[in-house]
């Protein structure tokens, strides 16, 4: 027993051999992160550490010859994704906003210490919705996306413009305006882009037309405090990927 503990403190302070390397993760919210600490030597890991880099954050750490794995403030939704003895790969799931940052593997075994970082991102798709005014603006809004959607129209306009939130999680919320007036388009389209979705919604002007709405004059001014909530939901992350409205 003492001399496994003397062997195992050897070890840990053998030169770290810098065998370091980059890993980029990017993630949906509430998707399975898998964070992977690669077998760079031919040799069997005896220790295998796991720590997020920021104070009082989760530890997992594996050591074969007990073989016992100790958490230290860790979630019960990080854990092992496979059996210790063929990789010792963190699983995060469900994953959320506060999972991400940067996250290290130590691997030690006879040869040294073996440094893997990993950089999780989350992303988050935004809820999208297309709506329409009274005077003749269509309002293309992409709710709390991280990173923001890119939102376009067709026909370009020159008519068109956008504002944008920033919420404390980290997601934004953009919200483009299209004014149509003179237009003698038969519809507009808002096209929502994201890393996680992309999406297309049409309002036919034509039904358009005839429809009117009551909308405060606040919603077309720039600079509003926060994005406006839209009464007239119409679209809301359905699954085709083109969704043609009447008004
Ligand atoms: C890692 O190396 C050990 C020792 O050679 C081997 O037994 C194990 O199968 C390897 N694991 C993977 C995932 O290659
Ligand atoms: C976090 O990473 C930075 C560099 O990426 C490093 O300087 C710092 O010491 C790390 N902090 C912890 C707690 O590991
Ligand atoms: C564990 O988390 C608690 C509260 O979040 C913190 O006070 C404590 O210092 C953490 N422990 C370690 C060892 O980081
Ligand atoms: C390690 O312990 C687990 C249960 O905690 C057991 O299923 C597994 O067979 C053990 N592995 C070895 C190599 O003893
Ligand atoms: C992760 O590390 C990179 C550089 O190594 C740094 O730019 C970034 O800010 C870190 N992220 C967090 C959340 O600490
Ligand atoms: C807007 O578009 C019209 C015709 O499409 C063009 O005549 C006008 O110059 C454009 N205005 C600006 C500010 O680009
Ligand atoms: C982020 O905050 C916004 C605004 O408070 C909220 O609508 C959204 O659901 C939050 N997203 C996540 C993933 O927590
Ligand atoms: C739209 O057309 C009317 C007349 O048809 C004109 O008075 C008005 O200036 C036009 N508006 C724009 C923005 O082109
Ligand atoms: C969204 O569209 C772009 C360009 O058409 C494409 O490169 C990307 O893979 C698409 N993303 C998704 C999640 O469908």
Same mark, same amino acid.
């Given at each position: 027993?003492?001399?496994?503990?003397?062997?195992?403190?050897? *070890?840990?302070?053998?030169?770290?051999?810098?065998?370091?390397?980059?890993?980029?993760?990017?993630?949906?919210?509430?998707?399975?992160?898998?964070?992977?600490?690669?077998?760079?030597?031919?040799? %069997?890991?005896?220790?295998?550490?796991?720590?997020?880099?920021?104070? /009082?954050?989760?530890?997992?750490?594996?050591?074969?010859?007990?073989?016992?794995?100790?958490?230290?403030?860790?979630? @019960?939704?990080?854990?092992?994704?496979?059996?210790?003895?063929?990789?010792?790969?963190?699983?995060?799931?469900?994953?959320?906003?506060?999972?991400?940052?940067?996250?290290?593997?130590?691997?030690?075994?006879?040869?040294?210490?073996?440094?893997?970082? /990993?950089?999780?991102?989350?992303?988050?798709?935004?809820?999208?919705?297309?709506?329409?005014?009274?005077?003749?603006?269509?309002?293309?809004?992409?709710?709390?996306?991280?990173?923001?959607?890119?939102?376009?129209?067709?026909?370009?306009?020159?008519?068109?413009?956008? @504002?944008?939130?920033? %919420?404390?999680?980290?997601?934004?919320?953009?919200?483009?305006?299209?004014?149509?007036?003179?237009?003698?388009?038969? /519809?507009?389209?808002?096209?929502?882009?994201?890393?996680?979705?992309?999406?297309?919604?049409?309002?036919? *002007?034509?039904?358009? @037309?005839?429809?009117?709405?009551?909308?405060?004059?606040?919603?077309?001014?720039?600079?509003?405090? +926060?994005?406006?909530?839209?009464?007239? +939901?119409?679209?809301?992350?359905?699954?085709?990927?083109?969704?043609?409205?009447?008004?």
């Amino acid at each position: 027993m003492a001399q496994k503990w003397a062997v195992l403190a050897v *070890l840990l302070f053998l030169p770290v051999n810098l065998a370091e390397a980059q890993n980029r993760v990017s993630v949906e919210a509430g998707h399975e992160a898998v964070l992977s600490c690669p077998n760079i030597s031919k040799v %069997h890991f005896l220790l295998v550490t796991w720590k997020r880099n920021c104070s /009082s954050c989760c530890v997992l750490s594996y050591r074969r010859d007990h073989n016992k794995t100790s958490r230290l403030n860790c979630s @019960e939704r990080i854990t092992w994704k496979y059996s210790l003895d063929s990789d010792p790969a963190l699983r995060i799931f469900p994953v959320n906003l506060g999972d991400e940052g940067n996250y290290t593997c130590e691997a030690v075994n006879s040869e040294g210490n073996f440094l893997f970082f /990993s950089s999780l991102t989350v992303i988050v798709p935004p809820t999208v919705t297309l709506a329409h005014d009274k005077s003749r603006v269509a309002v293309c809004q992409a709710s709390a996306g991280k990173p923001p959607a890119d939102i376009s129209w067709i026909p370009a306009s020159n008519h068109s413009s956008e @504002e944008e939130f920033h %919420h404390p999680n980290g997601t934004v919320t953009r919200v483009s305006y299209f004014g149509w007036t003179n237009s003698s388009f038969p /519809s507009v389209t808002c096209l929502v882009t994201h890393p996680a979705m992309n999406q297309t919604l049409v309002v036919d *002007l034509r039904c358009a @037309e005839t429809k009117t709405y009551k909308f405060p004059p606040s919603r077309v001014r720039r600079g509003a405090v +926060k994005p406006p909530d839209i009464p007239e +939901k119409i679209y809301e992350n359905y699954s085709p990927r083109s969704v043609y409205v009447c008004l």
